[in-house]
């Protein structure tokens, strides 16, 4: 799914991909959609913030109109990983599993969350796209990337994101100031 986000201080959108958790609920990388938002869009339908986690730089979106879910696993199935991507796969190796600390951008903390490491890298745009093993299941969700590799962090990151209680005082799509 196609996750864009249109900043309040600026025209140009931010694009990323989003997965389908449960009925009506996407998850994305959180640096997409993290700033006070004049639109909020998963596949072109508008959305809204739910939930938004720094330290693991994921975030819950409300979005009717998906549906469906996806089986979060901790161990990999048969056959090699995937990134997916709208419209294609991108097969990778998943090189490391563990914790990585990050200097974030958006609250200015150090955290560390869990991630998979994987290559070959993905592409600018493909933060929010799951990581998937072989089976279809979700290993995590793509995070960082650079040329020769990326993360994606954990289901187990995830889990505790989605059953978290809900982010308070998020700004809806179109509540940009002045």
Request: glycine share 12%; net charge negative; proline share 8%.
């Amino acid at each position: 799914m196609t996750v864009a986000a249109q900043p309040c201080t600026t025209p140009n959108r931010a694009t990323g991909v989003g997965v389908v958790v449960g009925d009506g609920l996407v998850a994305t990388a959180a640096h997409t959609v993290d700033e006070p938002l004049r639109l909020l869009t998963v596949d072109g339908a508008p959305a809204r913030l739910l939930a938004l986690d720094a330290r693991t730089d994921l975030a819950v979106l409300a979005a009717p109109q998906a549906r469906g879910t996806v089986e979060l696993t901790t161990a990999a199935g048969s056959g090699p990983a995937v990134v997916a991507l709208v419209g294609s796969e991108l097969p990778v190796q998943i090189t490391s599993t563990g914790p990585l600390v990050v200097n974030d951008v958006t609250d200015g903390e150090r955290h560390r969350r869990d991630v998979h490491q994987f290559a070959p890298g993905v592409d600018a745009g493909s933060s929010g796209a799951p990581l998937l093993d072989g089976d279809g299941r979700l290993l995590g969700i793509v995070v960082l990337d650079a040329a020769d590799e990326a993360y994606a962090v954990t289901a187990t990151e995830l889990r505790a994101v989605l059953s978290a209680p809900r982010s308070e005082g998020l700004p809806a799509p179109g509540d940009c100031p002045g």
